[in-house]
């Protein structure tokens, strides 16, 4: 089938800009999992997915509880400064972040499809994914985790990438996307969902952020309780230095639960409530899932970047940083 896209985007002046695509579009499946099955609840519609349920459903479907804050070109030092969780079963292999083969990408990688959920590149760009939390998975879909390293790897800027990206897009599963690029000041954002929707590309605005797995902030509970946090560290510290492992410390490893009522309500709330903190932790059949590494990345006006992350490695949580100046920035 033929599916049109309409990409939209705020521009600088902030002016709505539009640009149609048509491209061919395989079929998304719609057959789930004989365990699933719908039900209606007093906060609207839901899937009735048990949270063992759904995590058996799929590797790519499992790791999508990921969270991340970031500051973007709205402080006096940082042009950028990210906070990121990522969850994912214990037993997946991961690498730690370091800078890889080819010297010019920094950041950690996915053991078994080689992707990142994280990374940067010494001439400025930095780019993150988050999975989308969902029922259902494309057929045969392409690895969420290649598309960081595809723009770190690639001469385009973000929103000539996002272009590439938006015509591949019915190729994977449902994801969010943010490619920064510290040179030429511009940060853009990309979703694939919803699911039967045009694949959305917007400039993202100077300001603070969160990204979970829903569209830019989405004000689930747990996105509005990290923003809050992370905005009184700002308060706190006002135009100066920020302390980017205290931070992350602090705000990444809050274990606190939502309020049940307050939960989304998409999915069941023995599947959401245990993955309603910002820190996870939780048993399945099929082992331990949870927060496996916690990273702080900044950016100065300098083009000064550091990466500092904190990962388990079986049972013992190990910490470093990473530094370096970008080559050829016109931060400011």
């Known amino acids: 089938m033929v599916l049109k896209i309409v990409i939209r985007w705020r521009n600088r002046n902030g002016e709505f800009v539009h640009s149609k695509l048509s491209i061919m579009r395989i079929p998304l499946c719609e057959s789930y999992d004989s365990k699933v099955t719908t039900q209606s609840t007093a906060r609207g519609p839901s899937w009735g997915v048990q949270l063992h349920d ?15 804050v970031f500051l973007w070109r709205a402080h006096p030092l940082y042009p950028f400064f990210l906070l990121h969780n990522r969850d994912e079963y214990r037993s997946r ?3 730690p972040v370091a ?50 390293i595809r723009f770190l790897e690639s001469k385009k800027n ?6 590439e990206v938006v015509m591949e897009a019915h190729q994977y599963n449902g994801f969010n996307l943010i490619l920064v690029d510290l040179s030429c000041k511009s940060m853009i954002y990309v ?36 923003r809050t946090n992370f905005e009184k560290f700002l308060e706190k510290h006002g135009g100066g230095e920020l302390p980017a492992k205290e931070m992350a410390d602090t705000l990444m490893t809050d274990a606190t639960k939502a309020d049940k009522t307050t939960l989304p309500g998409i999915y069941s709330i023995e599947f959401e409530y245990p993955l309603s903190s910002i820190f996870v932790e939780v048993n399945t059949e099929q082992g331990p899932y949870s927060t496996r590494s916690m990273s702080a990345v900044s950016a100065k006006t300098s083009g000064e970047v ?24 016109g931060n400011g």
């Open 54 to 68: 759904f995590l058996a459903l799929g590797t790519e479907t499992s790791k999508a509880m990921c969270i991340a």
């Open 93 to 95: 292999p991961t690498e």
């Open 99 to 148: 800078w890889w083969d080819n010297g010019e990408i920094l950041g950690g990688r996915d053991g078994l499809a080689g992707g990142t959920w994280l990374a940067c590149s010494r001439s400025g760009k930095i780019a993150f994914v988050t999975n989308v939390t969902e029922v259902g998975n494309v057929p045969e879909p392409k690895s969420r985790g290649e598309l960081p």
């Open 158 to 163: 973000p929103m000539e990438f996002a272009e």
């Open 191 to 226: 979703t694939n969902r919803p699911k039967d929707d045009q694949a959305l590309v917007s400039e993202v605005p100077p300001g603070i952020h969160v990204l979970a797995t829903a569209s830019l902030d989405t004000p689930w509970p747990k996105a509005v309780r990290l």
């Open 306 to 329: 550091a990466f500092y992350e904190k990962y388990l490695e079986e049972e013992s949580w190990i910490e470093h940083t990473e530094s370096y100046m970008v080559e050829h920035t």
